[in-house]
């Protein structure tokens, strides 16, 4: 049997390698340079740096099936975020009490003592076995559900929307509650943590598996069929199975599919200090996201996991301002933005780079049902990613189980 799978992202390597293992003759297609897909690193002098903000959840039970996740080197971030308001410099902690007591009396008074109490109560609502559980049922769009967990309207500006606002990279956060429901059994039964080499390195430990696979960079596929893909310049190969593991953009166009697809856009911009601005591995959280000239969504600083000479500074920015991440403008307005959240040194802080992302995230239906958003197979050829399930690493691999599942190929466990 011969499959020709579109796409090198980690949907494509996982489905070269499941294949390969079981006796395909396998070629992957690439359209950029190199593989990896949204899940890249670059280099920005002598640091390894994320394209766009990423972590690993441990509790996302598919990863522990495709990888050696000891080979990874995970550093995990504090189990708490920090909410910053900049304008008057003001930090407060939101935490899970369950696995990290000591943040329990900052969380109750950083959110009050019944909108702690309500987060506790979906904490405790959450699976540890089956993360997705939430799925199965109808769910509300997102504000809406917090609205009927009866979260306090500050909070909700304050936290929670920008914090799905991170998740989702969206704004206007429109995503279902099924989805934030995972989200949070992810977070409260496992850790967020942080590759040493950085996120690309989940990926290139699928691509190191592959022994025969063909595989062709810098190669465009111009349309597909049941049988066949046609690549740019004309040629035709044919196989017996046809598998587009591209984003959802990609994927619709070359299906044909005319339906709206909404861009969710990421920017990072990296600066290199000598003393980090903060000294516990947690998220920076922006409560006045969104409010006047305030663009920063989130601060992070990698280098508290994995230790290095000097420390990164990385400030996310979503929607369509992470189009200006290349001009010298925006870039020192990020930084006047910097100086508000940390003071003066701030000033001192060199831009090494910025990253950007288009199409960052799939964007979906905020009523959907089910754990898979898409159906598998379109005219006899078969789609994976994590727009056919939910946009996680872990519905990027369930995506490629079913794929496996549906042509009775076995999950190639590691050895």
């Known amino acids: 049997m011969k ?17 390969e293992r079981h006796g395909y003759d396998c ?8 593989a990896g897909g949204r899940m890249r690193c670059t280099t920005m002098g002598s640091h390894t740096v994320d394209v766009g903000f990423h972590v690993l959840h441990t509790a996302y039970p598919s990863l522990h ?17 920090d909410l ?24 109750i008074f950083s959110a009050g003592i019944w909108n702690a109490l309500r987060m506790l109560r979906w904490r405790l609502k959450t699976r540890k076995h089956d993360l997705e559980a939430a799925m199965d ?6 504000d809406t559900y917090f609205d009927s967990m009866r979260f306090s309207k500050s909070f909700q500006s304050s936290f929670l929307q920008p914090l799905f606002a991170g998740i989702t990279l969206d704004s206007e956060r429109k995503e279902r509650s099924a989805f934030a429901s995972f989200t949070f059994s992810a977070m409260s039964h ?20 592959l022994t025969s696979t063909e595989i062709l960079y810098n190669t465009k596929v111009t349309s597909v069929s049941k049988k066949s893909v046609q690549l740019e310049g004309g040629t035709t190969k044919k196989a017996d199975i046809v598998v587009l593991a591209t984003p959802q953009h990609i994927t619709q166009a070359l299906l044909g599919d005319a339906s709206h697809v909404r861009r969710k856009e990421t920017a990072t911009y990296v600066f290199e200090c000598k003393n980090a601005p903060s ?18 969504l989130h601060v992070h600083v990698p280098t508290l996991l994995h230790a290095s000479e000097a420390h990164l500074v990385v400030a996310t920015v979503i929607g369509e301002d992470a189009r200006l991440h290349d001009e010298d403008e925006e870039r020192k307005h990020i930084q006047r933005e910097l100086v508000n959240w940390f003071g003066s040194t701030a000033n001192d802080w060199k831009l090494i780079g910025t990253t950007y992302v288009d199409y960052a995230l799939p964007s979906g239906s905020t009523t959907a049902v089910g754990r898979e958003r898409k159906p598998l197979v379109h005219d006899g050829i078969y789609c994976i990613g994590d ?29």
């Open 137 to 142: 049922a109808s769910s509300l769009p997102l």
């Open 279 to 296: 000294q516990r591995a947690r998220l920076l959280l922006n409560t006045e996201y969104g409010q006047g000239e305030q663009k920063i």
């Open 3 to 19: 499959a020709i799978i579109v796409g090198a992202g980690l949907a494509g390597c996982a489905a070269a390698w499941a294949f």
């Open 190 to 209: 496992g850790m967020m943590t942080m590759p040493k080499h950085g996120i690309e390195a989940v990926p290139t430990q699928i691509l190191e598996r």
């Open 65 to 81: 099936r495709w990888l050696d996740v000891d080979q990874l080197q995970l550093k995990s971030m504090d189990a708490a975020t």
């Open 84 to 107: 910053i308001a900049p304008s008057t410099g003001t930090i407060k902690t939101i935490g899970d009490p369950l696995r990290a007591p000591s943040t329990l009396f900052p969380t």
């Open 27 to 34: 070629t992957l297609i690439e359209a950029s340079e190199k």
């Open 387 to 415: 727009h056919t399930m939910h946009p996680s690493v872990h519905g990027t691999l369930r995506s490629v189980e079913r794929l496996l599942e549906h042509l009775e190929v076995p999950i190639p466990m590691k050895d």
